[in-house]
């Protein structure tokens, strides 16, 4: 049986949309350009052709990787969602005990992790840290260059965007 995924209620329909512009599409814009790299002729050194093939296989990979990630989700419900816990769906503000600096952090399923955009996996070291945590609890996190203890100042849940 297959990992079950978790995920938001938006990321499950960004995934959503992302298959259905793959499926709609990018596949028939990368089946035109294969159809005219070949009527270039010879494809045995056609760049255009090999070019082309080469998307057409990152594009049936990408949309079997989200077909399976969207059969095996378990959507993370609203309700499930307090703000008293972290959990996913909640944007947690964190203070770093040794230096004081203060990160926010969304926390969403590995399916949905950006962290340039703050948001980090539940399966992440921070991530796995501090779920479930509550406010006020301090939490201590392995990471590469050690141990980091980071104080939970505040829990939300995310606003949904629209």
């Given at each position: 049986m297959a990992d079950e995924v978790l995920l938001t209620q938006e990321g499950?329909?960004?995934?959503?949309k992302e298959l259905n512009n793959l499926i709609h599409v990018k596949r028939r814009e990368v089946a035109k350009r294969i159809k005219a790299?070949?009527?270039?002729?010879?494809?045995?050194?056609?760049?255009e052709y090999d070019d082309a093939k080469n998307e057409q296989a990152f594009i049936e990979?990408?949309?079997?990787?989200?077909?399976?990630?969207?059969?095996?989700?378990?959507?993370?419900?609203?309700?499930?969602?307090?703000?008293?816990t972290v959990n996913l769906g909640t944007t947690v503000r964190l203070r770093e005990k040794e230096t004081d600096e203060i990160f926010a952090y969304t926390i969403v399923g590995s399916a949905e992790a950006d962290p340039l955009n703050f948001k980090i996996s539940?399966?992440?070291?921070?991530?796995?840290?501090?779920?479930?945590?509550?406010?006020?609890?301090l939490v201590k996190v392995?990471?590469?260059?050690?141990?980091?203890?980071y104080e939970i100042l505040s829990i939300e849940k995310t606003r949904k965007k629209g």
């Open positions: 499950y329909e960004k995934l959503e790299a070949r009527e270039f002729g010879d494809i045995s050194e056609n760049s990979g990408r949309i079997k990787e989200i077909e399976n990630m969207l059969r095996n989700a378990r959507i993370v419900k609203d309700d499930d969602i307090t703000g008293e539940n399966e992440s070291p921070i991530g796995k840290a501090i779920l479930g945590h509550k406010i006020g609890d392995k990471v590469p260059s050690g141990i980091m203890e």
